[in-house]
């Protein structure tokens, strides 16, 4: 996948990418899913309902110790095949641009994704779930148990959703206009 497979589209900004990365990190793992291609994948995890693997690397499989009983999983993985230079984008259901960070989009500066996903079972160094919206063979960064009573936060809002349910126009920023 390239750089022209994500755009840029009419409205979107890109940048010079440093020279040189400011941290590592290992891969613990791939992520086995349907889907191939760009257009095939979910939206978002929370529309997928396709049962998908964790395939932890052996070395990293004692850290799987514990997790049997758990119901839930925040799943981090690297979209390996996602621009990075983009600072603006055009979201095709959009009116108008919106900066990166105000988006859950794959191109971004560092394509980290995550996801809440469902365990459904742990099979060695395998795990099967569901809530994912990567492509197949996406690497996987991380994987941390989900705690309703400190990952959820039902009071949280975004601020340009906000407005497009309001039918309010957002201003440039991305603000909510004012009462």
């Known amino acids: 996948m390239s750089e022209a497979d994500f755009g840029p589209r009419p409205g979107e900004e890109i940048v010079d990418l440093p020279a040189a990365f400011d941290a590592g990190l290992y891969f613990v793992g791939r992520v086995?899913?349907?889907w191939?291609?760009?257009a095939q994948c979910p939206r978002n995890s929370a529309q997928s309902d396709a049962v998908c693997t964790l395939e932890v690397d052996p070395r990293f499989a004692p850290a799987l110790r514990s997790l049997?009983?758990?119901?839930?999983?925040?799943?981090?993985?690297?979209?390996?095949?996602a621009p990075r230079n983009l600072v603006a984008q055009q979201p095709r259901h959009a009116p108008e641009a919106r900066g990166t960070f105000a988006l859950r989009s794959p191109a971004r500066p560092n394509p980290i994704a995550v996801s809440v996903?469902?365990?459904?079972g742990i099979e060695g160094e395998t795990l099967?779930?569901?809530?994912?919206?990567?492509?197949d063979?996406?690497?996987?960064?991380?994987?941390?148990?989900?705690?309703?009573?400190?990952?959820?936060?039902?009071?949280?809002?975004?601020?340009w959703r906000e407005a497009e349910a309001d039918g309010e126009v957002s201003g440039r920023e991305g603000r909510r206009a004012a009462p």
Request: charged share 25%; with cysteine.
């Open 137 to 159: 063979g996406t690497p996987l960064l991380d994987i941390k148990p989900y705690f309703a009573s400190t990952d959820a936060r039902p009071q949280a809002r975004v601020g």
């Open 68 to 81: 049997a009983g758990t119901t839930h999983l925040i799943v981090l993985y690297w979209m390996d095949r």
């Open 36 to 38: 191939t291609e760009r």
């Open 128 to 135: 099967r779930v569901r809530g994912l919206d990567c492509l």
């Open 32 to 34: 086995r899913t349907p």
């Open 117 to 120: 996903v469902e365990l459904l």
